[in-house]
């Protein structure tokens, strides 16, 4: 996967990671591999994705106080993906949700 470049983030990322899975498949559809760039894109700006009220603004009080955020995107003709970010800022995970 390319390096991503997000410009002034609300997240501080980390580590960034993809599981197996993930990273097979964005290896094999490039159509994938951007939607993975773009949803990290929308994690590091703070678009928690398809989540409901509650979950979003469960990572609006998770991102001040310190705790882990995660992130749901979906997109047609591909499989959802989490975004999970460690409380304590240093990786961030890309990974089926079927793979937590």
Known sequence: ?????VINP????????ATRGVFALAGEKPEFAEFMRRSLNRHAKGDWGELDE???RENELSLKQGFRLLSAY???DLPKIWIITEADRSATTILFPDEY
């Open 54 to 56: 509650a979950d979003k």
């Open 10 to 17: 609300t997240v501080p990322l980390g580590q960034v990671a």
């Open 74 to 76: 979906e997109a047609e």
């Open 1 to 5: 996967m390319d390096a991503l470049l």
